[in-house]
């Protein structure tokens, strides 16, 4: 397998305009994770995704973020509009889980850097 | 708060030991973990620790947990330079969802020659 798979790796946009970030977690995996990361506030969980359905959303900052798991191969986060604020390295991470387990290795994709001008 | 408290940076030489701690939030966390992140790479998991556990170790590397002091470090022993990379604890509450780890900020490990 080739781990998790994020596209783009670099995205360079203006403010305003629309950003889409893609995942293709790790086949047989069913839980799916996006991570934010900035300098400032580290790692943070934007969302949880569980059999393609969203767990926990509280860490999405806001209506402007919005994301998709259509199905258990691929995974949108949605920026509209984006913002400088917004610049940071996207991560997707994909795991198995199994019911009331924790003892679970989540898989990193190597990440989208957004940057907002 | 809900803070994973890492040292940001650490320097040693190659050879030596090295030592990055960290203290988590909640005593009654049951995974502790140790993540890898090289330059322009997502994270790797290094290792984890079962909280009922006081110590594991892997190859050159040690977990030790104090869960009285809701402290865990990673020691790797014989430091190499492609050991360089920034090194993140985190944990899993109970309260919290299943796979929504807290991160420390990282600490950047830089092994001189």
């Known amino acids: 397998d080739a781990g998790v798979i994020q596209s783009p790796r670099h995205e360079v946009t203006e403010m305003g305009q629309e950003v889409t970030l893609r995942c293709k977690p790790i086949s047989g995996h069913n839980s799916l994770f996006w991570y934010r990361q900035t300098m400032m506030r580290g790692l943070e969980l934007l969302i949880y995704?569980?059999?393609?359905?969203?767990?926990?959303d509280s860490g999405m900052p806001e209506d402007r973020f919005s994301a998709k798991m259509p199905n258990a191969s691929f995974s949108t986060l949605k920026i509209q509009p984006s913002e400088p604020r917004d610049s940071a390295v996207y991560f997707c991470?994909?795991?198995?889980?199994?019911?009331?387990?924790?003892?679970?290795?989540?898989?990193f994709g190597q990440g989208t850097r957004l940057t907002v001008v | 708060g809900e803070d994973v408290e890492q040292s940001l940076f650490l320097s040693v030489r190659e050879g030596d030991s090295s030592v990055i701690n960290c203290t988590y939030t909640?005593?009654?966390?049951?995974?502790l973990y140790w993540y890898k992140q090289e330059p322009g790479a997502g994270l790797q998991l290094l290792t984890y620790i079962f909280s009922n556990m006081d110590m594991k170790q892997d190859q050159r590397l040690t977990v030790l947990l104090n869960k009285k002091d809701k402290h865990l470090s990673l020691r790797i022993a014989d430091t190499q330079t492609g050991d360089s990379a920034i090194y993140f604890c985190a944990e899993i509450p109970p309260r919290r969802s299943q796979g929504n780890l807290i991160f420390g900020k990282g600490t950047k490990l830089s092994v001189k020659p």
């Open positions: 991470a994909s795991s198995w889980e199994g019911y009331g387990s924790r003892n679970t290795e989540a898989f």
């Open positions: 995704f569980n059999n393609n359905v969203p767990i926990d």
């Open positions: 909640d005593s009654s966390s049951t995974y």
